[in-house]
């Protein structure tokens, strides 16, 4: 049996590993500076984000991109363990989810799917946690 490989998925690849040089220079440490970098070298409403947001909602749409549930208003999957150094994660989510602590700080590149969320308390975009901060993340609106 062979298995196809969806063209969006390697474009997504492609598309998230671009990231790297921009993500390398952006020190969670600083999470404003940080999401100030990110929003310098790859803007929230520039085309590399509108292609990773387009690639998303095909992955989401074909059922390849959010294959576990955490509950019932959370769907998540393991992108990448391992892209250029980044682990890559994709949560589709409304209200809380499960708390967790960034060893190394957290980059995230957040979206609305629908309404007007935001995502601790932040809008949509770039949002940045330091090393060894603990959140449980929640979406409203």
Do not use: C
Not at 58 to 70: A, E, F, N, Q, T
Not at 117 to 127: E, I, L, Y
């Amino acid at each position: 049996m062979t298995v196809t490989t969806p063209p969006e998925l390697a474009a997504l690849m492609t598309e998230l590993g671009d990231l790297a040089p921009a993500l390398a220079a952006a020190d969670p440490k600083d999470p404003r500076a940080a999401e100030r970098t990110l929003e310098a070298q790859v803007p929230f409403r520039g085309p590399k984000v509108k292609r990773i947001e387009a690639l998303a909602r095909v992955g989401v749409r074909d059922g390849w991109l959010l294959p576990k549930s955490g509950g019932p208003k959370v769907r998540f999957g393991r992108f990448a363990k391992d892209l250029n150094g980044y682990s890559v994660d994709f949560v589709l989510m409304e209200g809380p989810a499960a708390g967790h602590t960034h060893t190394n700080g957290e980059i995230n590149l957040g979206f609305a799917w629908s309404g007007s969320p935001t995502f601790d308390a932040r809008p949509p975009g770039w949002v940045v946690f330091p090393p060894a901060s603990h959140h449980i993340p929640t979406v409203t609106g």
